[in-house]
């Protein structure tokens, strides 16, 4: 129902600039949650995007995030290019500024904005930001 919310805002109400995201789990407690849904959307005058993800394990604290058997299926539009995602990872894991993903992308665009530059062809790319510099196959990420 999060979801049909945040598409009506995205799609129906268009405004010079919105913003949604909602997240639901079956479990959720102490950091540990079962069966994470999350979807995202965002629509301004220049730029609309969005996203849906599923974890089926997560682990999130002080120390960082793990996510186990998950999915990501993305996309945005906007004045510097248009980008497509999407990836089925069996762990992605973010620590002290250090992310490292295994499992399959497929994400091909080019991303220049605020400080990201990004260009992946079926999962295969770099990425260079103010803080990291991250290089990507079909199978596994580190940034």
């Known amino acids: 129902m999060d979801l ?3 598409l009506f805002v995205v799609v129906v109400v268009p ?3 919105v913003c949604g995201s909602s997240e639901v789990s079956i479990y959720n407690k102490g950091g540990f ?3 994470n849904y999350s979807a995202s959307g965002k629509l301004s005058s220049d730029k609309l995007s969005g996203q849906y993800s599923h974890s089926t394990f997560r682990v999130n604290d002080w120390s960082g995030d793990a996510k186990f058997l998950s999915g990501t299926v993305g996309g ?3 004045t510097e290019g248009i980008g497509v995602k999407a ?3 069996l762990a992605n894991v973010k620590s002290d500024g250090v992310q490292v993903r295994t499992g399959v992308s497929v994400d091909t665009g080019i991303t220049l904005e605020e400080g990201v530059k990004e260009v992946k062809i079926l999962g295969t790319g770099v990425s260079v930001d103010e803080n990291q510099i ?3 196959t079909p199978f596994f990420e580190i940034k």
Do not use: L, P, R, Y
């Open 4 to 6: 049909v919310k945040i």
């Open 15 to 17: 405004q010079k600039h």
């Open 33 to 35: 949650s079962v069966e």
């Open 76 to 78: 945005k539009i906007d």
């Open 87 to 89: 990836s089925v990872d």
């Open 134 to 136: 991250g290089f990507s």
